[in-house]
């Protein structure tokens, strides 16, 4: 945060600007928010509040120079973002023009017990999941031994009685969940460790795997779920008969894809929308982004990527003054 002051301090002077208004993220608990906020009213300018996932979408649209007007299916994939329903966000899909945007499907919420102790281990997430699709904890499977009995114990309790469980749509916290659930990282020393681990375990097999054999059920109307319960029960199931975890992380990735796919084609089926924008963290994984711009090219959409801002959150400073910018000008 110091180091952000004294950016922008040097900054103004540099460049002798004079600010019109302030930018911030919407998460009221965010350092650099509540100093955004202290900066405008000093000040005496404008703040406006920008949901993370609006800012990820705003970010490719601004890099991809798209005309005032022109909407887009935007895929935004991250690990945390505060969402306007209190929940934390990650697997979103928006319409957006660059200054109106529309939630119009999501990953299925699901529990994250305690927050960042569920980032820093994901087993905890991957037993959150298996609790909130009704799938037993098995000794048997990888995240349960990785964790002791009395934690078990613990979280149960927790998740029971929904102590300190934030709901979660988030797409990095599904790669945590499925990388522990099949014994490939349950503590991460970094962020996106255990995700990364996955991609590259998936990659060498890739090709090899039936593109179809895991599922995401794409289900809703008026605003799109994708559901995890199927893909579970058959990584569950291929644990059981000892399934190399190498071919359960591919045909993760591709279901992941797949999901995709299905719900930019219902969306366009609605909205005669041909054009699909992928951002967010999730998509600093090249095997899916590759597969997932396949699928939505051969489905007839074009593609929108990142080559020059980054999919993750360096991106979001470009994508919340984009969006402030074409809403008020």
Known sequence: LNAMKRSVDHFLRLFRVDLEAVCADLHPDCLSGQWAASLAKTLGIPLFRVQHHIAHIASLIAEHRLPLGQRIIGCCFDGTGYGTDGAIWGGEFMVSDGVTFERIGHVEY???????????????????????????????????????????????????KDINCVATSSMGRLFDAVASLIGVRHQVKYEAQAAMEIEAIAESVIDKVDPCAYSLAVVGDTVIEVSCDQLLRQICRDLESGVDRTIMAAQFHHAVANAVTAVCQLVRNEQVLSTVGLTGGVFQNVLLQQLTKARLTESGFDVLTHSIVPPNDGGIALGQAFSVCRSIR
């Not at 927050?115 to 499977?141: C, M, N, V």
């Open 110 to 160: 699901a529990p994250l017990p305690g927050g960042d102790a569920s980032i820093r281990r994901p087993y905890r997430t991957a037993l959150a999941q298996l609790w909130a699709h009704k799938i037993a904890w098995d000794q048997e499977l990888p995240c349960v031994a990785a964790s002791s009995s009395s934690e078990r114990r613990l979280l149960r309790q927790q998740l029971d």
